[in-house]
């Protein structure tokens, strides 16, 4: 996981320092650095229908690495947006914010997600108590929103599927079915499908198996 985990920005600082990245750099790097974000925090978003349908408890191990590696990238995202494509020009930048509303959902998606990352160690969830489990429940408005701002910005129409829209698309039929998932009679009937399908095999295993006949006359 950490492997893939610091992938993305490995493979583009070696791209980088090769020259072999696009005519526009700077672009490319902000749209791949968000990319990157998206991709970590739909992962995040996905341990838990995991554990919960398949029983696989290492994926809610995981689950907050996978969460601040998604905003690691978005700090990087912002950070190359910020300085590199608009030099800290502030008033620059606020115009350029208010012309494009899909920045308005980006900046609001990643200030969401900054008090997840800030709060996502053990020490805030036992100040926290029962509010941090709420706290953390943002990331079900977070995911949508990112992916908006990511379809929102690239040339096409999502609603209309009409341009560039393939990976937007997927990003949000994935976010859409993780989100369904978590519905409480949806979760259930996955639950009981599951232990449908597993049944026949417990009982087989349950059978005692036979001893093997070591009479000799």
């Known amino acids: 996981m950490h ?12 791209e980088f320092f090769a020259g072999t990245l696009s005519a526009n750099p700077i672009q490319e790097m902000e749209q791949r650095m968000g990319r990157a974000a998206i991709t970590f925090l739909v992962l995040s978003l996905a341990c ?26 978005a700090t990087i995202h912002v950070t190359i947006f910020v300085d590199l494509d608009y030099g800290f020009a502030w008033s620059l930048l606020v115009q350029t914010i208010f012309q494009k509303p899909y920045m308005i959902v980006g900046l609001t998606s990643f200030l969401l997600l900054t008090p997840l990352a800030i709060t ?4 805030w969830k036992m100040r ?7 706290l953390h429940k943002l990331v079900y408005f977070i995911a949508p929103l990112a992916v908006l ?3 929102w910005a690239q040339k096409g129409d999502l609603f209309f599927l009409r341009g560039n829209i393939g990976r937007p698309l997927l990003y949000a039929v994935i976010v859409i079915l993780l989100l369904i998932f978590r519905i409480s009679f949806v979760r ?3 639950v009981s499908l599951r232990e449908r399908i597993l049944s026949p095999f417990r009982r087989r295993d349950s059978h005692p198996h036979p001893e093997p006949n070591t009479y000799q006359a």
């Open 3 to 14: 492997i893939g985990g610091w992938y993305p920005i490995t493979r583009l600082l070696i």
């Open 120 to 123: 996502s160690f053990d020490v």
């Open 48 to 73: 838990t229908p995991l554990n919960t349908i398949f029983h696989w408890r290492e994926a809610i191990k995981r689950r907050r690495a996978l969460g601040l590696y998604a905003f690691m990238y």
């Open 149 to 151: 701002h990511y379809a």
């Open 128 to 134: 926290l108590g029962k509010g941090w489990k709420n």
């Open 188 to 190: 259930k009937l996955l």
